[in-house]
C-alpha cells in the first residue's frame, strides 16, 4: 500500500486499516490510527508508520481520542513466516520482557545485531522499542481497569524501575501515570459521564498485598494489551473485603481485570463457541450459558504461575444474524497470580479466538472463487480458531478426547480452592513422557526437538511432528492450523486451490461450516483421535500430582 492509498484510508476514516498502519501529524505531534474521528489534517503534515512503536520512537504520542495503542494487532504477523513476523509474534507474546533481546534472538536463530537491523528496516523500530511500546499499553490498562499501587503496576507491566515507568508513560500519553488513572477512555475524568463498576477483587503481584477501596471508571471503556478497543467504561475497582497482606496466611489473591478484547470487522462469535463448546476438556475448561449469550472460561499455565480467563459471546447487532456481533470487542475477565503474565494470558486469547485476523481481505480473496462465494456471503466475518496452549492442543489433538480426560485426570495439577468446574491445570509435555499414545510426542515437546511457540518455524515443526512416532499428515496439519496459528493449511480432502491462498485454513472452515450446516449440526472443526487404547488411567483422587496454591475466582454471572 502506498501513501497515497494510506491517506484516503485516514480521510475516509477507514476502521479496515487499523492496526495495519499508523499515521501522524507534525504540526500536534501526535499519532492515530487510520479511523481517527479527529479533523483529517493536510497531507503535507502527515507521516506514516507501520508500527506504534515506530510513532513513538520518533517523538509522537498517542492520540486521546482515537487510542492507537488499542487498535487489534496487525493480520499480517499471523500470515508473515519469516523472521519479522515469527518476532513479531514473539514479541507479543512477552519474550523480550522475560528473556530479553538476545533471548528472543537465540529464539529465532539469530543474532541479536540481526533481529535489531531486520526490525528496524521494516518496522522502524528494534525490539526493545516494540517491547516498551506494548509494555507502556500493558501499564495503561492496570492504571485504569485496577486500584492497583503505581508502583506495583509499574513492575507488573514488565519496567525495570518506576522512573522508567514514569519516563516512558510521560512520553507517550503526555501525562502522569496519576492523570492518565483518572481520565476516561476518551476524556478527562472531570469532563466525562460517569459510571459506577462493580468491583473485580483484589490484585496482588507475586503475593504482595495491594491497595483496597472503592474505584469508579469513568465514561469510554479501556483497552487491553495490543488487545482492547475503546467504548463504554469496563472496569476499575478494589476489594469487596479486605486484603490480605504481605506475608499472611492464606493464598495470595489474584488479579481479575476486566478487558475488551478488539477485533477488526465482522465477527461470527457463535461458530467459534460451538467450537469451544464441543471441545471443552472437563476441569480445564468450560462454555456455560444459552447459545448467544455463552461463556468460555478455561485455566491457563502461565510463566509465572496459573490463571483462569473468562471470555463472553458477543451479542449480534440488532436485526442481525445470530452470529453477528454488535460490538467490535470480545467481554472478557482475566484472573492471573502474578500481573506480569497480562500480555501473555492477553496474546494467547486472542490467537485462540482469532481475534486480529483482517475478515475483509479474507472474506474479499475467497469471495472470488465460484465455490466459497455463497459459502462467505452466507458467514462472513467466520474465524479460524487457534489454541489458548499449543503444547496442550498438540497432545490433545493426538489423544482424543476420552483419553485427553484421563490424562487431565491423572496427571493434571490441581488447583486448590478453584470455583465450578475448573479444578485442573492440563498436564505439562514432561507429566507425560510415559503415556503409551502421548508419550513420544510429549517427550519431543519436553526436550524441544518439537516447538510450538509463538515464535516456531511452521515448516520446520510440521516436520519435526511428522517424524514422531503417532502423528500422522492429517494431526499434523490440525496441529499447524490450530497450534501454530497457520492461516494457510490446505483443507483436508479438496484439491489444493492456488487462488485460496493465504487463507486457506479460513476456507477450510467455511467449507466445514457449510457441511455441518447441511447435516444439521453445529458448525465445529473436526478433531483428529489417535487410538485410545490406553489403559494407564487412575481415578482423580488417586493423582500423586501437587496441587498449585492458588485461588481463582471467576465471575459466575451470566454474559450480559
Excluded at 480445564?284 to 468460555?296: D, L
Excluded at 490446505?490 to 484439491?495: D, H, L, Y
Aim: with cysteine; hydrophobic share 40%; proline share 8%.
Amino acid at each position: 500500500m502506498d501513501e497515497e492509498t494510506r491517506y484516503e484510508a485516514v480521510a475516509s476514516r477507514d476502521a479496515r486499516f487499523d492496526g495495519a498502519f499508523f499515521f501522524a501529524v507534525e504540526t500536534t505531534g501526535i499519532y492515530c490510527r487510520p479511523s481517527c474521528p479527529a479533523v483529517t489534517p493536510k497531507r503535507k503534515n502527515v507521516r506514516f508508520y507501520p508500527t506504534a512503536a515506530a510513532a513513538q520512537g520518533n517523538g509522537f504520542r498517542a492520540c486521546r481520542r482515537c487510542r492507537p495503542d488499542a487498535v487489534p494487532g496487525s493480520a499480517e504477523w499471523n500470515v508473515r513466516a519469516d523472521v519479522v513476523g515469527r518476532a513479531m509474534r514473539m514479541i507479543g507474546d512477552g519474550i523480550v520482557d522475560r528473556e530479553g533481546v538476545p533471548g528472543l534472538a537465540g529464539r529465532l536463530g539469530y543474532s541479536t545485531r540481526q533481529i535489531q537491523r531486520q526490525l528496524t528496516a521494516e518496522l522502524g523500530a528494534g525490539p526493545v522499542a516494540l517491547a516498551r511500546a506494548q509494555r507502556a499499553h500493558t501499564a495503561r490498562v492496570l492504571l485504569q481497569t485496577t486500584g492497583l499501587p503505581v508502583t506495583e503496576i509499574a513492575f507488573a507491566a514488565g519496567f525495570a524501575s518506576v522512573r522508567q515507568f514514569n519516563d516512558t508513560i510521560r512520553q507517550i500519553y503526555a501525562r502522569t501515570p496519576s492523570a492518565l488513572r483518572a481520565e476516561s477512555g476518551t476524556g478527562t475524568a472531570a469532563g466525562a459521564r460517569r459510571s459506577t463498576t462493580r468491583a473485580v477483587g483484589a490484585a496482588t503481584a507475586a503475593g504482595a498485598a495491594t491497595a483496597a477501596g472503592s474505584a469508579r471508571a469513568a465514561g469510554s471503556a479501556t483497552a487491553a494489551g495490543s488487545a482492547t478497543a475503546t467504548g463504554a467504561a469496563t472496569a476499575a475497582g478494589a476489594a469487596d473485603g479486605p486484603v490480605p497482606a504481605a506475608g499472611s496466611a492464606g493464598p495470595p489473591a489474584l488479579a481479575g481485570i476486566p478487558l475488551r478484547l478488539a477485533h477488526r470487522g465482522p465477527y461470527d462469535a457463535s461458530a467459534v463457541f460451538d467450537l469451544l463448546a464441543q471441545e471443552a476438556l472437563p476441569s480445564v475448561e468450560e462454555v456455560t450459558g444459552p447459545p448467544g449469550a455463552r461463556t468460555y472460561r478455561r485455566t491457563l499455565r502461565l510463566p509465572h504461575g496459573p490463571g483462569a480467563v473468562a471470555v463472553d459471546e458477543a451479542r449480534p447487532a440488532a436485526g442481525a444474524p445470530a452470529s453477528r456481533s454488535a460490538n467490535g470487542w470480545l467481554e472478557a475477565r482475566i484472573h492471573l497470580t502474578d500481573l506480569r503474565d497480562l500480555t501473555t494470558a492477553v496474546q494467547r486469547l486472542r490467537r485462540l479466538f482469532d481475534l486480529d485476523a483482517d475478515p475483509y481481505a479474507v472474506d474479499e480473496r475467497l469471495g472470488a472463487d465460484p465455490r466459497l462465494a455463497p459459502l462467505v456471503a452466507a458467514r462472513p466475518g467466520l474465524r479460524s480458531p487457534g489454541a489458548a496452549e499449543p503444547a496442550e492442543y498438540a497432545l490433545r489433538a493426538l489423544l482424543g478426547a476420552a483419553a485427553a480426560r484421563r490424562a487431565v485426570a491423572t496427571y493434571g495439577q490441581p488447583l486448590e480452592q478453584a470455583p465450578g468446574g475448573l479444578t485442573r491445570l492440563f498436564p505439562e509435555p514432561a507429566a507425560l513422557r510415559g503415556h503409551p499414545v502421548a508419550g513420544p510426542l510429549a517427550t519431543a515437546l519436553a526436550d524441544g526437538t518439537v516447538r510450538l511457540d509463538a515464535g516456531a518455524d511452521r515448516d520446520a515443526a510440521e516436520q519435526a511432528l511428522l517424524a514422531v512416532p503417532g502423528v500422522t499428515p492429517r494431526t499434523a496439519a490440525l496441529i499447524r492450523t490450530r497450534a501454530l496459528g497457520d492461516p494457510d493449511v490446505a483443507p483436508e480432502g479438496e484439491p489444493d486451490e492456488e487462488s485460496w491462498r493465504p487463507w486457506r485454513s479460513y476456507a477450510g472452515s467455511h467449507l466445514r461450516a457449510a457441511r455441518a450446516h447441511r447435516a444439521g449440526q453445529p458448525r465445529t472443526t473436526t478433531t483428529s483421535h489417535a487410538p485410545t487404547t490406553s489403559r494407564h488411567a487412575k481415578s482423580s483422587t488417586s493423582s500423586d500430582v501437587p496441587a498449585v496454591r492458588m485461588t481463582v475466582r471467576v465471575d459466575a454471572q451470566p454474559s450480559r
